[in-house]
């Protein structure tokens, strides 16, 4: 069984994250990665705090395991969500889309670990500084909002700018991808895509069949005029909003042209109007299976590739 420093820090049975997917990550979804031995995280996204406050119970009441909660740094109620993962002493918190300086102090003095999300070596150098517990280097080929390195580039950069345990996320989807990120230095990794094929994942059936489906060529990535490029699945809205982000339409207008589209993916499986988040590996995606099932199977599949390796590297 592969163990790693990650586990002993946070008391996991497997190096196994889950992603803090706004709109899908829930109570229940994080209870049940937690329950299978990884670390469910549940997203907050721009939901209000009282959401946050109430999917924590729903996971407390679901697992004794640890879990995390993830906050979108560009939400409007994170200020709140900061506080109510302070204030329920959430076991981890990790970040995304922006930078978490303001609340570091808060949560170490909570007693809460705190592992952002880093797409470059100055922000790892800078949480590395501020006592952050660990990090996540995610590479572009994830779903939702990216960076511009790759992961094959950005872990190992990542690995050699910081002494903390890194987590590598984007792109991994089996043991061969969880068997290169080890091999990178990165003591764990994290799955966002892998998991929206879960039996718990709360998504639509279109949504979760389209991933089932996709291929190699099946995303996209907008919002580069924004400042916040996101990866989704090419659909009718992704087109149409690429399209729009190259005409002389304002900010203003572009910004609100993505607004309530991930909820129409995530509850009504509109394909039309609707952003399904997706990374690049949902190629490799082809079965609905129980969460703690796909924990498993990723570290199984992962420990054989490592163990096989020199059967075809001599």
């Known amino acids: 069984m592969i163990k790693s420093p990650i586990c002993e820090l946070l008391g996991i049975e497997y190096p196994v994250f889950q992603g803090g997917m706004a709109w899908i990550a829930d109570g229940n979804l994080a209870a049940a990665v937690s329950n299978g031995g990884g670390l469910g995280i549940i997203a907050a996204g721009n939901a209000p705090a009282s959401y946050v406050k109430e999917q924590i119970g729903v996971a407390r009441s679901l697992t004794d395991k640890p879990f995390g909660v993830n906050v979108m740094l560009m939400s409007p109620a994170a200020d709140e969500v900061a506080a109510v993962v302070a204030e329920e002493k959430v ?4 970040t ?4 978490p300086t303001k609340y570091m102090k808060l949560w170490r003095e ?12 100055s922000m790892a150098k800078l949480m ?9 280097a995610e590479g572009c080929e994830s779903g939702g909002h990216i960076g511009e390195l790759t992961t094959m580039v950005l872990v190992p950069l990542i690995c050699d700018a910081t002494p903390l345990p890194v987590i590598a996320a984007g792109g991994i989807a089996d043991g061969r991808e969880g068997a290169a990120a080890f091999m990178l230095g990165a003591c764990g990794i994290q799955m966002g895509t892998r998991f929206l094929s879960a039996v718990e994942c709360p998504i639509h059936p279109t949504y979760k069949e389209k991933v089932i489906k996709a291929n190699d060529l099946c995303t996209m990535v907008t919002g580069k005029r924004l400042g916040h490029p996101v990866r989704s699945l090419r659909t009718p809205f992704a087109r149409r909003f690429y399209k729009a982000e190259y005409s002389d339409m304002s900010d203003e207008e572009l910004d ?25 590996v949902a190629a490799l995606v082809n079965k609905v299976q129980p969460a703690a099932e796909i924990v498993k199977e990723i570290m199984d599949d992962t420990e054989r590739v490592l163990n096989g390796a020199s059967e075809w590297v001599k």
């Open 110 to 121: 909570a007693g809460v670990k705190v592992i952002p999300i880093v797409p470059s070596v």
């Open 96 to 99: 995304g889309a922006g930078n």
């Open 256 to 280: 609100s042209l993505g607004v309530g589209a991930l909820r129409l993916a995530v509850k009504e499986g509109d394909v039309e109007n609707g952003t399904f988040l997706c990374g690049q």
């Open 91 to 94: 076991p981890v918190v990790t």
């Open 128 to 136: 590395t500084r501020l006592g952050a517990s660990a990090v996540i």
